[in-house]
Structures are given as structure tokens and as C-alpha cells.
């Protein structure tokens, strides 16, 4: 469970600016959203929850498909549930940050020391990994939440294992192309970052669908051995969170 940092680790808290330029896409738009709201200092700056719901305002309003509060909120009740409590998360797919915020805001709050709590969120696109900085550092969590930008997830879990920065794995999320959910979970076994009573969670296992994925949990013909249920929430489209806790490995 120990983690240590990484060789690319993000800047000092308070260091981070808001560097995005203007920009016509939906993520830029966003991101001014954000940091042109009036209430900027007063409410958002280290108030994850409340960037959260802004976030989540915004998208639901632009129609913006994100990991968002429905989802979010029960995976803070499956973490919570954890014992011991989770300390070291590795995410697959950044994407604006608002999901990594949400790791950083739960680890935080079930360790109230914080000693040893790390997310790290690995992100291939260097505008959405900046757009997820600015954001994770508003929300005063960059101590604990580093965005690994710029190698594919296989490359970056090859990193954090290697390099001594994570030994074992609380909780793995998966939320990045579809298509590599399997050959990761896969990488993931063979690198033996999981451990017993690990909590790997999976978005879009229903809508688009990761059928390979499903089937190879369920089976259980690898070396790790999974619990797998299926949590429906609130959110439109994909509607599922899918848990599966390590029960042998």
C-alpha cells in the first residue's frame, strides 16, 4: 500500500496556474466557466464538493458526458465501506479531473491524517491533463493528487510499479478506452499491484459496453479471483458503476 512520488509528479500545491488559453471546445468552455464563476474564491477554492457540483451543473446543462455526481456518490459508499480504509488509488483516464477530484476529496476525508493517501490519474491528451490540474489544484488536492500525462495507461502502470512509486493498489478505476480495460486489468495481475480486498471499478461496462471485460471477471480464469456486482445509479446512459473486490490472488 506504499506510495512514494513519482518521477513526473505534479507542481506544489499553489504553484499551479490557470494556463488554459481561450478555447472554442467544450473543455475550454468549461474551464472559463470555472474560473470566471463570481463565487471562485469564496466558494470553489478548496471546496471539492462545490466543483463538483459546478462541474456537474455545467456538463448536465451542455450536455457533457462525464463521471458524474450519481456515479461519484456511490463510489464513495462503496470506498467508505472499505477496511481498512483505502489510501492509494490508481486511475485510468483523467479526462477533466472532475472524477480525480472525487478520489482525492474521499481518500482525504477516510484518512483523516492523510498520511499515504495518493490518486494518481493517468491522461494521455495534455489539454484535458491541464484542464485536470487547474481544476484538482482549485480544489487544494494537489498534494494528493498527481495527473501522470502523455504515456498510454499500460506505460504509466509499468512506471508506478517499477519505479517504486506504488506497491499495491487500494482501489483501481477504470474510465479510459473500452477497448483496454481488459489488457490493463491484465498488466495490472501480472505487475501484482493488486491485493487481497483490492476494489477495481469500472464506468461504461454497460454503455458502450465491455463485454471481454465482464466475461474475464466472471470467469475467473486468471490468477486473481474477483466479487463482481453491478451498482445502477442515477446517471443517464451508462448507468452502471461495476465493483469487483479481490477476493484471492
Known amino acids: 500500500m506504499a ?9 506544489a500545491p499553489g504553484d499551479r496556474l490557470t494556463t488554459m488559453p481561450p478555447d472554442s471546445s467544450s473543455f475550454g468552455r468549461l474551464h472559463s466557466y470555472i474560473f470566471s464563476r463570481p463565487d471562485l474564491e469564496t466558494n470553489l477554492r478548496n471546496n471539492p464538493n462545490a466543483i463538483l457540483s459546478a462541474i456537474d451543473d455545467y456538463t ?7 463521471f458524474g455526481l450519481p456515479k461519484i456518490t456511490k463510489c464513495r459508499e462503496l470506498l467508505s465501506q ?13 479526462y477533466i479531473g472532475n472524477s480525480a477530484i472525487g478520489w482525492g476529496e474521499m481518500l482525504r476525508s477516510l484518512n483523516p491524517t492523510k498520511a499515504g493517501c495518493r490518486v494518481f490519474t493517468c491522461e494521455l491528451d495534455p489539454t484535458f491533463a491541464s484542464i485536470a490540474r487547474d481544476l484538482i489544484d482549485l480544489a487544494g488536492l494537489s ?13 504509466s502502470l509499468r512506471s508506478l510499479k517499477t519505479e517504486g512509486v506504488v506497491d499495491k493498489a487500494d482501489v483501481l478505476f477504470f474510465d479510459h ?3 483496454a480495460y481488459l489488457p490493463d486489468l491484465k498488466l495490472c495481475e501480472e505487475l501484482q499491484l493488486l491485493r487481497k480486498g483490492s476494489l477495481v471499478l469500472a464506468d461504461n461496462t454497460d454503455v458502450p459496453g465491455t463485454p471481454e471485460y465482464n466475461a474475464y471477471l ?4 486468471g490468477p486473481v479471483k474477483y466479487h463482481n456486482v453491478p451498482h445502477e445509479t ?16
Do not use: F, Y
Open 82 to 94: 472499505m477496511d481498512p480504509p483505502p489510501k492509494v488509488l490508481v486511475e485510468l483516464g483523467t
Open 60 to 66: 448536465a446543462a451542455q450536455r457533457m458526458i462525464t
Open 143 to 155: 498534494d494528493i493528487v498527481t495527473v501522470l500525462e502523455g504515456a498510454a495507461a499500460a506505460d
Open 234 to 249: 442515477s446517471a443517464k446512459n451508462a448507468k452502471i458503476v461495476l465493483a469487483s473486490t479481490v477476493v484471492d490472488v
Open 218 to 221: 466472471a470467469s475467473g480464469e
Open 3 to 11: 506510495a512514494t512520488t513519482p518521477s513526473k509528479a505534479a507542481p
Open 177 to 179: 478506452w473500452q477497448e
